[in-house]
């Protein structure tokens, strides 16, 4: 990150998939700028997934370029991004699924001065061509609703100053026909989640 505000990135994990021969891996390559402008921040960009490795027969190519746009204002955020390409391989209709988009709405809200902050999120996927007509109140067919409400705690100071412990809930109104993968497993289903996070 420049103090111009430009940045790059990239961020990497092991993918299992049964799509793949064998274990293989996603690359997230992202660019773009962010500003303030009081308590407002800006922030464009571009992401690109990218899934190396041996696909096996008859599997399409899960790599997606991604355009977004986000604006903060103190504790709360929306963020819209639209996929150039199709939407990790997906043609539920046969039609293109470039064109899909997603709008993320969340909050951070600090209670006080105890350290303590309550999580919010909302978010809905609308897949291009996905047979649902536009209709995000009922998840269409492959489009969705997500949410997710939880708590936070950062350490004031001290020798782990920073440190972030906290959990959520998160949810969704998603078909699980539609994200179960090849092993049988439900990926759309509501799930707890605990973490421990530290920034540098």
């Known amino acids: 990150a420049h103090k111009s505000g430009f940045y790059l990135g990239n961020w990497n994990s092991n993918v299992n998939s049964t799509l793949y021969n064998g274990a293989s891996l996603e690359m997230d390559f992202y660019g773009g700028y962010k ?4 308590d407002v921040g800006l922030d464009v960009g571009t992401i690109y997934y990218y899934y190396p490795g041996s696909k096996n027969p008859g599997v399409v190519s899960a790599d997606t370029w991604e355009l977004y746009a986000g604006l903060g204002w103190k504790w709360a955020s929306v963020k819209f991004s639209y996929s150039l ?5 997906a043609r539920p209709t046969g039609q293109k ?25 909302y978010g809905f996927l609308e897949v291009d061509n996905d047979g649902s007509d536009g209709d995000l109140t009922t998840g269409g067919e492959v489009s ?12 004031p100071d001290g020798v782990v100053k920073g440190l ?3 959990a959520y809930y998160s949810g969704n109104n998603a ?26």
């Open 85 to 89: 390409d199709d939407y990790f391989g």
């Open 144 to 155: 969705y609703q997500d949410w997710k409400v939880g708590a936070s705690y950062t350490v």
């Open 97 to 121: 699924t470039d064109g899909t988009w997603y709008v993320d709405l969340s909050a951070t809200y600090p209670v006080g001065e105890t350290g303590f902050a309550l999580i919010g999120h």
């Open 35 to 38: 500003a303030t402008f009081g």
């Open 164 to 166: 972030e412990i906290g």
């Open 175 to 200: 078909k699980s026909r539609f994200y179960t993968d090849l092993t049988g497993y439900d990926t759309s289903k509501d799930r707890g989640v605990v973490y421990v996070k530290k920034t540098f």
